[in-house]
T-cell receptor, first 111, second 112 residues
Framework: DAKTTQPTSMDCAEGRAANLPCNHS???????VYWYRQIHSQGPQYIIH???NNETNEMASLIITEDRKSSTLILPHATLRDTAVYYC????????????FGKGTKLSVIP | KAGVTQTPRYLIKTRGQQVTLSCSPI?????VSWYQQTPGQGLQFLFE???????NKGNFPGRFSGRQFSNSRSEMNVSTLELGDSALYLC???????????FGPGTRLTVT
């Protein structure tokens, strides 16, 4: 699976949109981009995934560039409960479900 | 629908002992994966089971083993515990059609 690169940390004001970038320049055509987050001491939580089209669900939006080399996770109205480590993972559409977690982005939502 | 459950939630063991952790996936999910999380190494993949077969294994010594039962429940076993095995052990399940994984709360293992 392709390697992903994320900033180590970001701050966001409560109520504002949080935009978390991810670089995956070596992603292959059959690899999806998955986002998970982990709130302190809890198990990771699935957020959203996409292949090449933009995706939206009740938690977030995922914007994938046309060349698929990068993506952005958008939390439209960040709350204090969104403070967590966010992981961007490239995962093949076939075979094992193994997730390779990097260090992720520590998002701090500031009151 | 109930989420992934893991038992026990907390465990303290002594070096040299063995331990068995249990995971019950979301109803209908056929894939179960196990991960180890430590402050130093982060989240690392242990192994994945699908329909009772180990489909993939991470880079861990043979002391770490697992199995999956016909009802998709899974157990992992660690023999001859070492201090470095102290970690949060996470189980995740997936439907087998969708690839998103749903994690349990984890078992916090402390080895003294």
């Amino acid at each position: 699976d392709a390697k992903t690169t994320q900033p180590t940390s970001m701050d966001c004001a409560e109520g504002r949109a949080a935009n978390l970038p991810c670089n995956h320049s070596t992603i292959s055509g059959n690899e999806y981009v998955y986002w998970y987050r982990q709130i302190h001491s809890q198990g990771p939580q699935y957020i959203i995934h996409g292949l090449k089209n933009n995706e939206t669900n009740e938690m977030a939006s995922l914007i994938i560039t046309e060349d698929r080399k990068s993506s952005t996770l958008i939390l439209p109205h960040a709350t204090l409960r969104d403070t967590a480590v966010y992981y961007c993972i490239a995962l093949s559409g076939a075979g094992s479900y193994q997730l390779t977690f990097g260090k992720g982005t520590k998002l701090s939502v500031i009151p | 629908k109930a989420g992934v459950t893991q038992t026990p939630r907390y465990l303290i063991k002594t070096r040299g002992q063995q331990v068995t952790l249990s995971c019950s996936p979301i109803s209908g999910h056929r894939s179960v994966s196990w991960y180890q999380q430590t402050p130093g190494q982060g989240l690392q993949f242990l192994f994945e089971y699908f329909s009772e077969t180990q489909r993939n294994k991470g880079n861990f010594p043979g002391r770490f083993s697992g199995r999956q039962f016909s009802n998709s429940r899974s157990e992992m076993n660690v023999s001859t515990l070492e201090l470095g095995d102290s970690a949060l052990y996470l189980c995740a399940s997936s439907s087998g059609t969708g690839r998103e994984q749903y994690f349990g709360p984890g078992t916090r293992l402390t080895v003294t």
